[in-house]
């Protein structure tokens, strides 16, 4: 309401406001992975983080469990068993990896890396082109934020502008830590028709942030 009621603004700004928390969802924690946060900060991602003595559940293998089997937490009845705190229909729903929603299965289920989702993709595959949609979205942010240059002070324009330029580095942190670090178990490629990871693992896991510029 502070910038302008001009709808040639108001509409591309309006969508990406409402469309931003799932491509969020894409990159940082997609098909219900979670709490895959770095250990000293929530910024970036950290899916190998060990700390000696640290309860297991505050650490992110604890909730993402891959290997080679495949990848997820077992909330079922034949596992931990929080699916029993919902109510009928939901859990009988969320309990089976036929009916359990794909935005949630990794929540639920230990799903195997070759298991066959609705898309026809395997769960590797999917995972793979959900990281990067959301990676493309935050792109497509970028642009069209730019072009929106004539309505917007200078001063404010320029300050979206940056913070969609960290969030575009950010997303691209976040999907290539992720897949390059849960490739090592699923054995599989990275699908050839998305964008290829522009860092080395061995980069990422040496970076720590100084939070003192992020407070």
Not at 7 to 34: A, D, Q, T
Request: proline share 6%; with cysteine; aromatic share 14%.
């Amino acid at each position: 309401m502070t910038f302008t009621g001009d709808k040639n603004f108001i509409e591309p700004v309006k969508e990406m406001m409402l469309s931003s928390r799932e491509s969020v969802v894409k990159y940082m924690m997609p098909l219900g992975l979670h709490h895959l946060f770095a250990w000293g900060h929530h910024y970036g991602p950290e899916p190998w983080c060990e700390v000696p003595g640290a309860r297991p559940d505050w650490l992110p293998k604890y909730y993402h469990n891959a290997n080679e089997t495949g990848i997820g937490f077992d909330r079922t009845t034949s596992g931990s068993n929080a699916v029993s705190q919902y109510n009928s229909p939901l859990r009988e729903q969320f309990n089976d990896i036929g009916t359990c929603p794909e935005n949630l299965i990794l929540w639920f289920h230990h799903v195997p890396w070759n298991h066959g989702m609705k898309s026809g993709k395997s769960l590797w595959d999917e995972l793979c082109y959900t990281y990067d949609s959301g990676v493309q979205e935050v792109r497509d942010y970028q642009k069209t934020w730019d072009k929106l240059e004539k309505y917007v002070d200078a001063e404010r324009f320029g300050h979206v502008q940056s913070r969609l330029k960290i969030q575009s580095r950010d997303a691209v942190w976040w999907k290539d830590a992720c897949l390059l670090y849960f490739k090592q178990f699923s054995h599989m490629p990275i699908p050839y028709d998305i964008e290829r990871p522009v860092w080395e693992l061995e980069e990422l896991m040496k970076i720590k942030l100084d939070m003192t510029h992020h407070n």
